[in-house]
């Protein structure tokens, strides 16, 4: 699955807002000729597609109130852990990860199957679901989500 997330950021790099993003078919074979292997594709568009869905259902829903607390499953914990849903509190805190932002990043994380997600993956979703909703984060949170410095690209 860490592979899943290089592609991921690949995806974020190469096309700038999600509208820029091609069908499928045509990202797989892109980003196949970029070099990434078969499982890593399907892991991400997959991954990509459950997204979309999930922002689909997203829509329309109203926002949780600002002075409600959020409990999380035992699932969720499970694959969160206490570093991840720290970071997702400073993100709430920071007025950057609305309450429906959050549920979207929780519900995908959820849904790589990895049990306690390192800190890096968490970023990635968060900057993926920034990404597909074509919000952009504040320039010092966008600085935050990125691990690799040397490797950024700023949109």
Same mark, same amino acid.
């Given at each position: ?11 974020? !790099? =190469?096309?700038?807002?999600?509208? *820029? ?5 045509? /990202?797989? %074979?892109?980003?196949? +000729? $970029?070099?990434? !292997? =078969?499982?890593?594709?399907?892991? *991400? ?5 459950? /997204?979309? %869905?999930?922002?689909? +259902? $997203? ?97």
């Amino acid at each position: 699955m860490g592979a899943m997330f290089d592609v991921l950021i690949y995806v974020y !790099e =190469t096309y700038w807002h999600p509208e *820029a993003c091609p069908e499928p078919g045509q /990202l797989s %074979r892109k980003l196949s +000729a $970029a070099g990434f !292997e =078969t499982d890593e594709i399907s892991d *991400a568009l997959d991954w990509l597609q459950g /997204l979309e %869905r999930a922002a689909a +259902a $997203a829509r329309g829903v109203g926002a949780a109130r600002g002075d409600s607390i959020r409990l999380y499953t035992a699932d969720e914990l499970e694959c969160l852990g206490v570093d991840a849903i720290g970071y997702l509190n400073f993100l709430e805190s920071a007025g950057t990860l609305e309450p429906h932002l959050r549920e979207l990043v929780v519900e995908r994380a959820v849904a790589t199957g990895i049990k306690q997600l390192p800190l890096e993956q968490l970023k990635t979703i968060v900057l993926m679901v920034f990404w597909r909703l074509n919000e952009e984060p504040d320039a010092l949170i966008l600085d935050e989500l990125f691990v690799e410095t040397d490797d950024r690209v700023v949109h």
